[in-house]
């Protein structure tokens, strides 16, 4: 192997502290090429999906990435802005907020990079560009709220596996998780009260996470615990009773059982027990996507209308709100105690 180093690394450079924001990713344009360049890294994830190798793969290839790129395609487009996808616009300006938050209170230089797991920018590129920054020390911050390996755990593979082919190495750090930091659940909590205050409260608040297959949370995967633990903190922290809100898990691929309640069988279950109106949330999702914008906020919206509800309401990820920066930028500062100068003390 040939390992990367810096060969005209300039003695006496100031270093820096950097940051890898990371987040799933997104296709480069809603195109069949493009979804099936996307898909392809997607399923060939193993912490994705835990099936034997050869197996998966000749499926994939023979029959799943043959049909699934034309359809998805299709969805991408319907969300897809002039500025390109809301994913990577809203994680880059999370990145960019975090970044300018920091910078304003740490006294050395401090490089924030957004790499995605699937998709551009990539995390091996988003980490050359911090070791371009001459970063030294490494804290890695991917947007997942709720520990689960087939998000978390991914994003520290292609992070150490991009490490294992550098010849020097910076001291790292990793966020596995802050699904019960209360900034977050704060944010989460203000973003509520001012959909209430715009329109007024809903009969039922359903908390909808990304589900995962229940067997991973039989083999010891925390999600479905922490998923849990942040509802409940914002039930709390509204001061709202145990029937008016629900926890579902949204997006199941495939046939075999995933968490439950299924956000879709849900809501048409609330709808046919005679409940007129939902707030619906998704706390996993630190910015909008194709499974808020399109899976949430139109296709369930169909289904629980067409179950006969009256008023079905989408509330937005948190995205790059002030309340989001500052919880994300109070999550950094605290794991990076003890790499910090102090600030000086003005005359």
Not at 74 to 80: C, E, Q, R, T
Not at 144 to 156: E, I, K, L, R
Not at 229 to 247: I, N, S, W
Not at 304 to 316: C, D, M, S, T, V
Request: net charge positive.
């Amino acid at each position: 192997m040939k390992y990367i180093g810096i060969t005209d690394y300039p003695h006496g450079t100031d270093e820096s502290i950097g940051i890898l924001v990371a987040n799933l990713g997104t296709p480069n344009a809603p195109t069949v090429p493009a979804l099936r360049r996307y898909l392809r890294q997607f399923f060939d994830d193993p912490r994705v999906f835990e099936f034997p190798r050869l197996t998966w793969w000749l499926l994939t290839r023979a029959i799943i990435l043959n049909r699934r790129p034309r359809r998805s395609a299709a969805l991408y487009a319907s969300i897809w802005t002039e500025q390109g996808s809301p994913l990577l616009l809203y994680s880059q300006a999370i990145a960019d907020g975090i970044q300018a938050r920091l910078q304003a209170q740490i006294a050395q230089p401090i490089k924030v990079a957004l790499g995605m797991r699937y998709g551009d920018p990539s995390i091996p590129y988003a980490l050359r560009q911090l070791q371009a920054a001459n970063v030294r020390r490494l804290l890695v911050l991917p947007l997942f709220p709720q520990y689960s390996a087939t998000t978390v755990a991914s994003v520290f593979d292609a992070v150490t596996t991009e490490l294992q082919r550098w010849r020097w190495l910076p001291e790292l750090r990793f966020i596995t998780h802050y699904h019960d930091q209360a900034g977050y659940i704060a944010a989460l909590v203000e973003s509520i009260r001012e959909a209430w205050q715009r329109n007024g409260q809903s009969e039922k608040l359903v908390f909808s996470f990304h589900g995962i297959p229940k067997r991973y949370f039989m083999n010891g995967d925390p999600y479905y615990c922490e998923c849990q633990k942040t509802a409940r903190l914002v039930a709390e922290a509204l001061d709202l009773p145990k029937e008016r809100y629900v926890v579902a898990f949204q997006s199941r691929f495939g046939r075999e059982e995933w968490l439950k309640p299924y956000t879709s069988e849900t809501l048409e279950e609330l709808a046919k027990q005679g409940v007129q109106s939902v707030d619906v949330i998704c706390p996993g999702f630190a910015a909008d996507c194709l499974e808020t914008l399109e899976e949430i906020d139109r296709e369930n919206r169909k289904v629980f209308l067409e179950a006969g509800g009256k008023r079905y309401r989408y509330i937005p990820a948190l995205n790059d709100s002030p309340a989001h920066l500052q919880a994300l930028s109070a999550l950094a500062l605290k794991h990076l105690q003890g790499w910090l100068q102090p600030q000086p003390i003005s005359a």
